[in-house]
């Protein structure tokens, strides 16, 4: 999946970018609202992580260009701002989830996974597939009962195939959940992960849609 965020503090925005980047997710990382909007410009997220003080505006002012300009990019404000009655507030505007700094890591990603699901973004937290069991939220994978190890990058393939089991998803797609604006990758990268997770969840598993991406085979 594929996320902005917005902060700029440079020890929590280095921690966050790393720990979800962990998670197999793609990140590009805003330190202003103008770089924000630079990036939205060119690229479509599927989730937004936006503090409120920033150097140049407010958080909750750039919620609300959002909400002028239709754009439902779900949200989840990260800030130091403890009172209910601005968790309130921000969330009547347009946010979806609010976290209070200093918050715990492991926290954060269960949010951003709840937040997908509601969105869509993200595949339900426990799905079967004939000798396939996958628990998306604890990230295992279990095939004829025996626990399988994927790495992020194959969890985040995996995850924008679940999320339309038995429809194809575009090689574009899933290469904007894998890398940020900054990153470097050849041409044959998606077709490499989608390679190695058909050796470890079944060949079959994995439909080529020639010239146009991927489906999972849902049977």
């Known amino acids: 999946m594929r996320m902005l965020l917005i902060e700029d503090d440079q020890a929590i925005g280095s921690a966050v970018r790393e720990h979800v980047a962990a998670g197999g997710h793609a990140v590009d990382w805003a330190k202003t609202l103008s770089q924000a909007r630079d990036f939205t410009a060119s690229v479509t997220y599927k989730l937004i992580l936006l503090d409120i003080r920033l150097p140049d505006g407010s958080g909750v002012d750039y919620l609300r260009e959002m909400t002028k300009r239709f754009d439902s ?48 973004h993200s595949p339900e937290p426990r799905l079967s597939f004939g000798t396939l069991t996958i628990h998306s939220a604890e990230r295992r994978l279990y095939r004829d009962g025996r626990e399988v190890r994927l790495t992020a990058r194959e969890w985040a393939v995996l995850d924008c195939l679940l999320c339309r089991p038995g429809m194809v998803v575009s090689q574009r797609k899933i290469e904007d959940a894998l890398y940020d604006c900054n990153s470097r990758f ?10 190695r997770l058909r050796k470890k969840i079944g060949a079959d598993r994995i439909a080529t849609e020639r010239g146009i991406g991927y489906r999972f085979v849902d049977k």
């Open 73 to 120: 990019t779900p949200v989840i404000i990260l800030t130091a701002r403890d009172q209910v009655s601005d968790r309130i507030y921000v969330l009547n505007v347009g946010a979806d989830d609010y976290l209070i700094k200093p918050f715990d890591l492991g926290e954060l990603s269960a949010r951003i996974h709840a937040v997908a699901r509601r969105h869509k």
């Open 186 to 195: 050849a041409s044959n990268t998606v077709e490499v992960y989608v390679s």
